[in-house]
């Protein structure tokens, strides 16, 4: 492992003042300490985060749900309005992971986590993600569990976190602070498709800092389910994200959201458009389901997660269509 240098930050301001080129934020180091291991990853320096007055769940008056970017993934669980009022996301977050790693790891850590695939993950093979320009070895080697919608030429690795995905069902947002001050990027515009550039898994600036998310209050039932390959905890196959609200047998709204299945967490709007005032049927989530996975573009191994996503997704909405 390389030596870096390394700062432990108590206010933002101190975080952004130790932050510069070759340095990396340290939240719990789920993820970041492993890449440094493996000398996929070599800061020069670490600036530690988890002091910072980022460690709270809230409620706002209207209901939003305000979470601190050093809430560690148990502590998010656990959180009594978080498993009564937005129970996907609690579910999500118990899904991905086991209950050492959720201890440590934070949500602002856990939105961070690199999109990544197993030859990313070996330095001794070419990987554009890892070296941009050498090549993408996973599109004609062992993809059977990478991306079949959003990838490129460039880079078919898939996004690994669950959070992000029941986040991204729920509308969330992320609260980032830069250079000029603190904005808020909605989740599906915080992360972007690999393109000619998948090195690059999220719109942030240099130095910009997470700081927290904020969910909308949601008044729809909701579920997320996850097909992984063995029982014990592992990336998703295909995950599913879903709120649906019905008024007698026509659908309202929906709000749907795929895992395992892309570079980034995938908004489903094709299938939700279908849906909205759609008769609650069967036959309605099939084309849902069928609108979205058209575009779908599988490699050699992975084909089977196009009927694995459609059947998921008929089941998952199947469900919530049939709570009181």
């Not at 062992?142 to 069902?169: F, K, R, Y």
């Not at 570079?263 to 609650?280: I, S, T, Y």
Request: proline share 6%.
């Amino acid at each position: 492992m390389r030596p870096f240098a390394y700062a432990r930050a108590t206010t933002a301001e101190d975080a952004r003042a130790e932050h510069g080129d070759g340095a990396y934020y340290l939240g719990g180091g789920t993820n970041l300490v492993d890449l440094m291991r493996l000398g996929v990853e070599e800061p020069s320096k670490l600036v530690d985060v988890t002091r910072l007055p980022y460690d709270r769940v809230e409620r706002d008056a209207d209901g939003t749900l305000l979470i601190g970017a050093a809430v560690t993934n148990s502590g998010l669980a656990a959180d009594r309005t978080v498993r009564e009022e937005f129970p996907m996301l609690a579910k999500a977050v118990l899904s991905g992971a086991s209950g050492q790693l959720r201890n440590l790891a934070t949500v602002g850590g856990n939105l961070l986590q690199r999109t990544r695939c197993p030859y990313f993950q070996d330095a001794s093979k070419p990987c554009n993600k890892r070296a941009p320009g050498t090549g993408c070895p996973a599109r004609e080697g062992e993809n059977q569990n990478l991306a079949i919608l959003g990838h490129s030429a460039a880079c078919v690795a898939t996004h690994p976190s669950d959070m992000a995905v029941a986040l991204m069902a729920l509308d969330a947002s992320v609260r980032v602070l830069g250079r000029d001050g603190e904005r808020t990027v909605p989740l599906d515009d915080f992360y972007r498709l690999p393109g000619d550039e998948p090195q690059h898994d999220t719109t942030l600036d240099r130095g910009d800092l997470i700081t927290g998310v904020v969910v909308p209050p949601l008044r729809m039932p909701t579920v997320y389910r996850k097909v992984r390959e063995r029982a014990s905890f592992a990336f998703a196959l295909v995950s599913v994200a879903a709120a649906l609200e019905v008024r007698g047998s026509t659908i309202q709204d929906v709000r749907l959201a795929l895992g395992g299945v892309a570079h980034k967490p995938w908004r489903a709007r094709n299938a939700e458009d279908v849906l909205r005032g759609a008769a609650l049927t069967g036959e309605a989530f099939a084309r849902a389901a069928d609108a979205e996975l058209a575009a779908a573009e599988p490699l050699r191994h992975n084909g089977y997660k196009v009927p694995l996503a459609r059947n998921l997704i008929v089941q998952t909405l199947t469900e919530l269509g049939e709570r009181p």
